[in-house]
């Protein structure tokens, strides 16, 4: 499965078991993903495919966050 990797980052005492809880249940992540603040997911793009676009006034503080996660990519 995919994981949303803010919630590790607001509130990792809530999510402290999540290791044991994932192996328990024998759920394996393959990927993680962080929100981007401003974040909009057009229906269409130009180039046909679908992606989130992010405003560049909120670049810093997205950088910052996605870098907050990134020590936390083991998740198993």
Known sequence: MQLELDPLRDAPKVWGTRKKIF??????????MVRCIGEAMPRWTP????????????????VKNISACAPRQEMG
């Open 47 to 62: 180039s046909g495919s679908p992606g989130g676009i992010a405003p560049d006034a909120k670049w810093d503080q997205n």
């Open 23 to 32: 192996r328990e249940n024998s759920i394996t992540i393959v990927s993680g």
